[in-house]
């Protein structure tokens, strides 16, 4: 046991450890898609609104209306945005002076420009 | 090894076929009819507008799908009560959830009648709404919510967070409170008149279902710290 | 093209505003079409005539006590109290019958009507208003509600005593007598209703000549014992009565059948089944079938619901009768209900329209007469969820 233990322990080896090339030393061509889910927040504003009338009323909706109309409709806008955003980034259309990205322009750029070798 | 190579070369074909076939199979799922059958129109309404605008003939020749068979072009059919029997319907006993909504709208029609003729007082009698179809899209309507609450994990903690949700969603919430309603009874009460009882109810903005709804707004508004938590 | 949301939604809204506007009752009275003459002025059926045929009338509240212990089907009893009315179609056979029953000649011997029809064309319910017509004809009513109850649904059985290898029906008699005697409570009260011979039920009680009906039909009430010897007396002494002239009398009874159908749900100790033969009460309405007695008619009707669900095959009498029934009736008038004629099914949708059983839309009539094929029973299942 205590050999085992011995061969265990910590400290640097008296020989560095020699260099292994696991994957190439090169960037990839592409990047992955992970970081592109933001925040899917919206819509706090109208929110709080709908909650103060909410409250002043006794949670009766009918005098509510409007506030209820504006945040459903907020609502809305705010799907269809992402989903015509989604769907202009799916299919990769590149307008100059973006400033953010999506994975898939990054993408076609790449393909376009690629990294050097 | 030959047995093997041939294994693995048999794969390979069956791999690239299943390429070529995949976006096939994806695309019409278990579905009869090919891609380029269209879809029927039962409505009358709807084939009315077609002749007006002259868009039938385009139609006319075009492979169509049979129509369901809960699609009919009769006035009666309601594609809000089709979906809400679909909603009743457990095991795919359709008959059944049919005939048990059918039922509750033959209840609501003898509870409200009765009331009808009850009532000694001419206006009041005019504002009793006897029509089953009416009331059931009033009570829909009114057990819709406008927001959930959705758990939220963050810091190893459970948030439970107000979020807006997508008017099916709520029309779909409203109906399924509505069953459940209607299914938390007396063992010798029937289903189909506690749901006439709710919908009734709900139609009148009463009754178990419009509180829930009020309380689940309650909650979300007594959650609205945690509101801008959500993904990200 | 893919449609938005917001849109979609505008849209899906406005449609239900639309259907709840096509569906209402309270705000649009305009589109429907104007109702018909379908209800008569005449509520008493002693006046009805082929003219009325289609027409709904009316059933006095003070003389619906007639049905007081059955007699009208219980879906009907449900219509009946949600439409606040008891109203009954004037149909051919019955207005047939009633015409028939003018006519006769009492002195021959008994006539004999056998209603036939499918299931649900309304057989019980011409029977009904062929009831309220004898009802107000002062006749002598003898009716059984549904056979049906008695050979597949008895209360309770035991085996007679008097009778060897016969059953009784106690409970089942006994209420027959209660219903028999609110039929014609206002007959038994006359004087000449009397026994015309003793009836001896056990060493200390006996029923004496010349007592009153009324008190053979307490007998059975009050001792269950002997209620379905009492039924059998009873018929006796109906007989005799009207030989004799005292009363005319109208035998009706529903779904007559089952007393010929040998597989009865009437079971005895061991589990063997009673033919209809060997209960008590079959021999008493046997009797008053036969054609031996006059001043008298007889109307019955032929189900198939009274048997078992296996043997619904026809509709027709020979078949529901058999061979032993069709011989004891034979010769009857056969009296066929259909379904409804076109006249009679608007008739009925302008009815449950104007009762609010029904919201009009358009083509309704159409398509529920090919829905139902015209049948009441049908037709009256189909507009319950409308």
Redesign the interface.
């Known amino acids: 046991m205590r050999g085992t233990a011995a061969l265990f322990k910590r400290g640097n080896p008296r020989e560095p450890v020699p260099f292994q090339e696991i994957l190439p030393l090169k960037l990839k061509q592409r990047v992955s898609g992970k970081g592109d ?8 504003y109208e ?2 609104v ?2 103060a009338c ?2 002043t009323h006794d ?1 009766h ?1 009918a005098p509510c209306s409007k506030e ?1 109309d504006a ?7 705010h ?2 945005k992402t ?1 015509l955003k989604k769907e202009r980034e799916a299919r990769g259309i590149l307008s100059p002076g973006e400033k953010k990205l999506s994975s898939r322009q990054i993408n076609i750029l790449l393909d376009k420009f690629p990294n050097f070798k | 090894m030959a047995a093997i190579r041939t294994f693995v070369k048999n794969c390979q074909i069956i791999n690239r076929n299943c390429a070529v076939l995949s976006p096939h199979v994806q695309k019409h799922g278990m579905s009869q009819y090919p891609s380029y059958y269209i879809e029927p129109v039962h409505k009358k309404e709807i084939q009315e507008d077609l002749i007006k605008s002259g868009e039938i003939q385009k139609l006319a020749h075009l492979p169509t799908k049979a129509a369901r068979n809960d699609q009919s072009s009769s006035f009666r059919q309601d594609d809000l009560v089709n979906l809400f029997i679909n909603y009743v319907m457990r095991n795919g006993e359709k008959v059944l959830a049919r005939g048990l909504v059918e039922k509750a709208f033959e209840n609501i029609k003898r509870i409200q009648l009765e009331k009808y003729h009850k009532c000694d007082d001419v206006e009041k009698k005019a504002k009793i709404e006897l029509a089953p179809r009416v009331i059931f899209h009033q009570a829909v309507e009114n057990c819709k919510p406008i927001l959930a609450l959705t758990p939220i994990k963050r810091g190893g903690v459970r948030y439970q967070v107000p979020v807006p949700i997508t008017p099916k969603r709520s029309q779909f919430l409203s109906m399924k409170w509505l069953i459940e309603a209607a299914k938390e009874k007396d063992a010798t009460m029937r289903f189909h008149y506690q749901l006439a009882l709710e919908l009734i109810d709900a139609a009148n903005n009463k009754g178990r279902v419009v509180k829930r709804k009020q309380d689940l707004h309650k909650q979300c508004e007594a959650n609205r710290a945690y509101a801008h938590y959500r993904w990200s | 093209m893919i449609k938005s949301f917001a849109s979609e939604y505008i849209f899906r809204r406005a449609y239900s505003v639309l259907q709840c506007t096509r569906f209402s009752t309270a705000s649009q009275p305009i589109t429907e079409p104007k109702l018909q003459s379908f209800r008569s002025e005449e509520n008493d059926p002693l006046k009805h005539t082929l003219d009325h045929v289609g027409q709904f009338y009316r059933i006095p509240e003070e003389e619906k006590n007639i049905f007081l212990y059955g007699g009208l089907p219980k879906s009907f009893e449900i219509q009946a109290k949600t439409f606040n009315e008891t109203c009954l179609m004037i149909r051919r056979p019955s207005v047939d019958v009633i015409n028939c029953l003018k006519l006769i000649d009492y002195t021959k011997p008994t006539v004999r009507f056998v209603i036939f029809g499918k299931k649900g064309s309304g057989k019980s319910l011409c029977l009904a208003h062929i009831l309220h017509y004898a009802h107000k004809a002062r006749y002598l009513i003898v009716h059984v509600p549904w056979v049906g109850n008695w050979m597949r649904r008895c209360k309770e059985i035991s085996s007679s005593e008097t009778r060897e290898g016969y059953i009784d029906l106690n409970i089942d008699a006994a209420a027959w007598l209660v219903h028999f005697k609110s039929q014609n409570e206002h007959l038994l009260n006359n004087p000449e209703f009397q026994i015309s011979q003793d009836y001896v039920w056990s060493k200390r009680e006996t029923t004496p000549k010349g007592s009153p009906l009324s008190e053979l039909v307490d007998h059975g009430v009050n001792r269950l014992k002997y209620a379905s010897e009492c039924v059998v007396g009873l018929a006796e002494e109906i007989k005799h009565l009207s030989r004799s002239g005292h009363c005319k009398t109208l035998v009706a009874i529903d779904g007559f059948n089952a007393f010929f159908y040998p597989h009865t749900r009437v079971f005895k100790e061991k589990k063997e089944v009673v033919p209809p033969n060997k209960v008590t009460l079959t021999e008493a309405f046997l009797s008053l079938t036969k054609f031996d007695w006059n001043n008298a008619a007889i109307v019955t009707t032929v189900d198939e619901i009274a048997i078992a669900e296996q043997d619904h095959k026809s509709h027709l009498p020979r078949y529901l009768l058999r061979k032993e029934g069709f011989e004891h009736m034979d010769p009857f008038i056969p009296i066929f209900v259909d379904n409804y004629s076109p006249k009679e099914f608007t008739s009925c949708m302008d009815y449950y329209r104007e009762r609010k059983w029904v919201r009009y839309y358009p083509q309704q009539n159409e398509e529920l007469a090919l829905l139902s094929v015209n049948n009441p029973y049908n037709l009256m299942h189909l507009c319950a969820s409308l």
């Open positions: 889910n933001t925040s899917d927040v919206c819509c706090i929110m709080s709908l909650f909410f409250k949670f909706q209820i945040f459903q409709k907020c609502y809305l806008n799907l269809e989903k």
